[in-house]
Each structure stands twice: as structure tokens, then as C-alpha cells.
């Protein structure tokens, strides 16, 4: 599916309009052409989408990634159509019927049983149009058949992650969206997760700062960073940081290259290129970083279990307010204390490479 999607896609990035058949068209669920969204008025007025086009197909699996505060959720606003751009267009699919599944949980009271939640208080469950025990269902996400009147709030974090993709896959759709989807899932329901993502008929849309899981699950990779832009890469993450360290690399190329200046004469060669050396602080941050990261994984887990309990908010709406923001506050450092040491790590490498 990668190599397909990878040769509809031109060489800068941006998806060919003009389709060969009628055939290709009938299979387009989401359109954007020239799409621009800003935010502020006058001089605090920030460009979070510049000139996007697009062209969604049935099937496509979408990874939307890049720093907090880069324009992720907007660009998936414009994509489903809950927010409309200022210049260009989004057309959707009339057929099209979505599922958002949303990493707060929130329409899922912790006094109801997980029978409530699945099958309404009953004994079956309509799984996309084929009806199904609800206890046989509850296997196949991992459950013991046997906690089907037990009530949500006694479930674990990860149980009620598990409860609500049980809950939304269920439903007939073909268009499934997915944010943070990943959070208190353990190996095995990640796992889990990837398989019945890659068995869904219809069209995915994942937002989400797991690495591993978006290079296992998606064909094209939509990478924002905060200018406005956005790369669109066949693959997975690995393939959008893969462009984004040739973009990098190619003024550094650019730069070593000396014109002819006598057409036909010979021209000494260029001498080689300094490389910059890494300072007290480059270095001192190249040790460092990684223990920092590590740091803030644990901070981020911890702040997210705990807003995981459905009851923080009423029990002590302060609490939840602070670990909201500590929480957003430690994803962005953590992204930033990632991009700052693979940085370092190609200052190092430039120079080992050097040296050698």
C-alpha cells in the first residue's frame, strides 16, 4: 500500500489531482486543494496551514504528526470537515460516516457496566452490521468474558482504552479517526490495535507521538513543523524524518558546490568544508538529553495515568487543570529535547565521519 500511494504522490510532496480514471476518482473519500488556515488577528496573526492539497482515498491509513502546538488538530478539523479553511476547499465523500475515538473517554460513566457501554444493557452487540455475543466480542479485545457486569470505574486505564475501541469498532463506519489512540495501551493491545486497524474496510486518520506505532499502521505520513507547511510522505515516521534530514542535508550540499568561473579552464578543487564542532554545551547536551527524555516519558505516563481516573475532574477540577498543563508543557520539552539531540547526533556523526 505504501508503494501505491507512493507513486500517486510527486516528487515535492503533494498529491496528483488529475487522475487517470473514473475508477480512481469514485475512491477519493476526502479532497483538499489549496487549503490555508491562520489564527490572530495583525501582527499575532500565525499561518497554521499553508497552501495543502490532497487527495484521501478508501483504504488510506494517515498519519498526522509533528510538535505540540504545530497545527495537528486543525489539520484534522479541516480534514473531517469540523473546521472550514480561509482560502481553498475540503470536499467530502457523501457516503462518508466517521468514528472519532478520543483519548478522553469521556462519555463512558464509570457507574456503568461494561455490558452498558457494549450492548446497552444487553446480551448482543451489532459488530459493523454482524451481530455478536458481547461476551464472545469482549475475547476478541483481550477481555475475560467474565467482566461483563463489572462497572467501568473499577476497570484499569488501559482496560477502559481497550473497553472504548472495543465500543467504537464496533460501529458501522468508514471512516475512523483516531487521537492519541495509543495511551495506556500495554504491548499486547497495541498490538491488538495495529491488527484490527490494518483489517478495517474504510479510511484512517491517526494522530500520535508513538514512533513504532505509526511506522507499523500508516501508508502516508503528514508532517507539520509549525511553519505552516506540511510534508506528505508515503510511509510511516521514519520515512518523514528520513525527508526531513535530506531537506536539511540539501543546502549543505548546495554550499560546497563552486560555480565554473572560466568555462573550460581548469578550477582548483574547493577546499573542504569546516564542519562546525560541537561546543561545551553541545556536548554536555548530547550526554545529557537522552536521560532528560527518559524523564519526561515517566512524567508524561505518571500525568496521564492520573488523568485517566474518570473522577478527577469532579473530585478536584485544580488538579486536573494542573496536570493538564504540566502535562502539555512536558510533551512539548520532550519534543523539543528530541529534535535538539538529533541534531547533536548528526554534528556527531559529521565529525566522527571526519576524523575516520
Do not use: C
Request: proline content about 4%.
Amino acid at each position: 500500500m505504501r508503494a501505491q500511494r507512493a507513486a500517486m504522490l510527486t516528487p515535492g510532496g503533494t498529491a496528483k489531482l488529475k487522475l487517470a480514471n473514473d475508477d480512481t476518482r469514485t475512491k477519493s473519500v476526502i479532497v483538499a486543494e489549496h487549503v490555508s488556515k491562520s489564527f490572530g488577528e495583525g501582527a499575532e496573526k500565525r499561518a497554521v496551514i499553508r497552501d495543502f492539497t490532497l487527495r484521501i482515498q478508501r483504504g488510506d491509513r494517515i498519519g498526522v504528526v509533528g510538535a505540540n502546538g504545530a497545527g495537528k488538530t486543525t489539520l484534522l478539523k479541516l480534514l473531517t470537515g469540523e473546521m472550514q479553511p480561509d482560502e481553498g476547499s475540503v470536499t467530502l465523500a457523501k457516503t462518508l460516516n466517521g468514528v472519532m475515538i478520543d483519548q478522553q473517554r469521556s462519555l463512558m460513566s464509570p457507574d456503568k457496566r461494561v455490558r452498558d457501554i457494549l450492548a446497552e444493557g444487553g446480551d448482543w452487540i451489532d459488530v459493523r452490521g454482524i451481530r455478536k455475543h458481547v461476551q464472545g466480542y469482549l475475547k476478541e479485545f483481550l477481555f475475560d468474558p467474565a467482566i461483563v457486569d463489572t462497572k467501568v470505574g473499577i476497570l484499569s486505564g488501559g482496560e477502559r482504552s481497550r473497553l472504548l475501541l472495543a465500543r467504537e469498532f464496533a460501529r458501522k463506519s468508514n471512516l475512523l479517526v483516531l487521537d492519541e489512540p495509543t495511551n495506556d495501551l500495554d504491548l499486547e493491545t497495541l498490538d491488538l490495535l495495529q491488527e484490527v486497524i490494518a483489517d478495517y474496510d474504510g479510511t484512517v486518520l491517526i494522530v500520535s507521538h508513538d514512533r513504532d506505532f505509526l511506522d507499523r499502521t500508516v501508508t502516508v505520513t503528514l508532517g507539520l513543523d509549525g511553519s505552516g507547511k506540511v510534508d506528505i510522505v508515503a510511509g510511516g515516521y521514519a520515512d518523514w524524518e528520513a525527508k526531513r534530514k535530506e531537506r536539511i542535508a540539501q543546502p549543505r550540499a548546495k554550499a560546497t558546490k563552486t560555480p565554473d568561473t572560466n568555462e573550460g579552464a581548469a578550477t582548483a578543487a574547493p577546499p573542504p568544508q569546516q564542519r562546525k564542532k560541537l561546543t561545551y554545551k553541545d556536548q554536555r547536551d548530547y550526554d545529557l538529553l537522552p536521560a532528560r527524555i527518559e524523564e519526561l516519558e515517566g512524567q508524561i505516563a505518571r500525568d496521564e495515568q492520573a488523568l485517566a481516573d474518570p473522577d478527577l475532574y469532579t473530585r478536584d477540577p485544580g488538579k486536573f487543570a494542573t496536570l493538564t498543563d504540566t502535562l502539555e508543557k512536558a510533551r512539548a520539552e520532550k519534543d523539543a529535547a528530541e529534535e535538539r539531540w538529533l541534531e547533536l547526533a548528526e554534528m556527531v556523526e559529521d565529525q566522527a565521519s571526519t576524523a575516520n
